[in-house]
């Protein structure tokens, strides 16, 4: 799964990658946790029908079109790509809206045995090439039955790769910029092909090392939080023999 992220670079630096229309100024943000609001790119056309981009904050925790009472219904803040396609939940977001979340760094727990009440060992997970991540995600716009209204969205998983599945057995859906526009499309025809998309990153994409418990406390939103236990992250071929 993934339930913790990280937005550190630029304002612009985001906006030139992910080319969205808007011109948002927002602060680096380390240890973004679920049920914060966090910004989305989708996708709309324009009165000339020309593919658009659009920035839009949210909150994470996708909500159902059908759900009465938010409070009495489970936070969903990722959705497993096996199941989009038959659950009702997330059946009609997947055919109609379809998000990319900005980020540029994730976290994720080694899962180690431990004692009763202990986490496992953090790692902070980037792209090696240090651009961005686009992550594939769902977005729905909640109506409630007073008439008040929700922006709200979940990240997509897959399973892991080959070299990351020593630390979890999920990640989240990263997108390739080239495949930002079919992602994005809103046209039901455009969903068969948008769900090939799904599919864990290569193994070259990310790199990965191990940060300080920091991070275990949502309160913590500084670069302290991604301090690696060592000086440098991880080379893949040490980490192969160390690692796996």
Known sequence: MCGRYAITLPPEAMRQFFHYAEQPNFP?????????????????????????????LVRWGFLPHFVKDPKAFPLIFNARAETLLVKSSFKAAFKRRRCLFIADAFYEWRRAPAAKGQTGRPYLFRRRDGAPLGFAGLWETWAGPNGEEQDTACIITTAANGASSAIHDRLPAVLEPGNFELWLDADESAADAAFVLLRPPENDVLEFFEIGPVVNKVANDSPDVQKPIAAEPVPRSTAQGSLF
């Open 28 to 56: 680096p943000r380390y240890n973004i946790a679920p049920t914060e609001p966090v910004p989305i790119v989708i996708g709309r056309r324009d009165a000339d029908g020309r593919a658009m981009r659009h920035f839009m």
